[in-house]
């Protein structure tokens, strides 16, 4: 059994364009992100997934010089995209990140992984961010190849495409679930980067930690946040983009 971490990247982010590139101590934000993937134990295999455009070629470029397999597939359907890189890469196990989230630690990937791994028989998704209680920028989400291949062919709404797994999470009448939780809530914390406020306090938290302890995990950057409370305030007021779809299902319901 095979398992495959595939991490969507593209240049063309909507409210911070190249983000992913953003530089902190003179290497991208996508580069953090690669070496703490590295260090997951419980996978067989990295995939960037980026686009077919000619603005993700500096993605590749940087790929190629980290030697990490990449995949290219279409901008807007990235749930195509997941199926064509899974497809690809053999993958059995599909463990989905985003690449927004540099400082996500691979201690909680490997948590969520062995959750999957030990209950294979009774879940067809697991995940970390059904009930929130890791910050965002911690996601991650874990289904097998066949829930994959079924949401890819049948998925329809433009948002399941774009988002890969709601055709998935919000059929638990379809499929088995199951929520990874934290022993403390932190989901009052935002350490994803989608704006110009999220860039700054993970630029922050790198050049502080990233020199003495380039191996710093979720409880590393805690604390810090826990001294140094402003840092927390820099981001705290911006808003995750909510899907047009969960919002509908939850005013019916």
Not at 145 to 166: D, I, M, S
Not at 223 to 252: F, M, T, V
Request: with cysteine; glycine share 4%; proline share 6%.
């Amino acid at each position: 059994m095979k398992t495959v971490i595939i991490v969507q990247a593209r240049m063309t982010s909507t409210r911070l364009p190249k983000k992913i590139l953003l530089p902190v101590l003179n290497k991208p934000l996508l580069e953090y992100q690669v070496e703490r993937l590295r260090r997951v134990r419980l996978c067989d295999d990295l995939v960037i997934a980026t686009t077919e455009n000619k603005t993700d070629d500096p993605v590749v470029e940087l790929c190629r010089m980290l030697q990490v397999p990449y995949f290219r597939g279409p901008e807007e359907d990235v749930l195509a995209r997941y199926f064509g890189a899974a497809l690809e890469f053999e993958a059995d196990t599909v463990v989905r990140i985003t690449s927004d989230c540099p400082l996500i630690d691979p201690e909680i990937i490997d948590k969520v992984i062995d959750a999957f791994n030990g209950h294979g028989d009774r879940f067809d998704y697991v995940s970390n961010s059904l009930k929130r209680t890791y910050p965002r920028g911690m996601d991650t989400e874990v289904l097998p190849f066949n829930v994959l291949k079924e949401a890819y062919v049948e998925a329809v709404a433009a948002e399941e495409r774009e988002h890969v797994t709601p055709f998935i999470y919000l059929r638990p009448g379809r499929y088995r679930l199951g929520s990874v939780v934290n022993d403390v809530d932190h989901a009052n914390y935002r350490l994803t980067v989608d704006t110009r406020e999220d860039f700054e306090l993970i630029k922050l938290l790198i050049e502080k930690l990233y020199p003495s302890n380039p191996l710093f995990n979720l409880q590393d950057i805690l604390g810090l946040l826990l001294a140094n409370p402003e840092w927390a305030a820099i981001n705290s007021h911006i808003e995750q983009k909510k899907l047009q779809i969960e919002a509908r299902r939850e005013d019916h319901g």
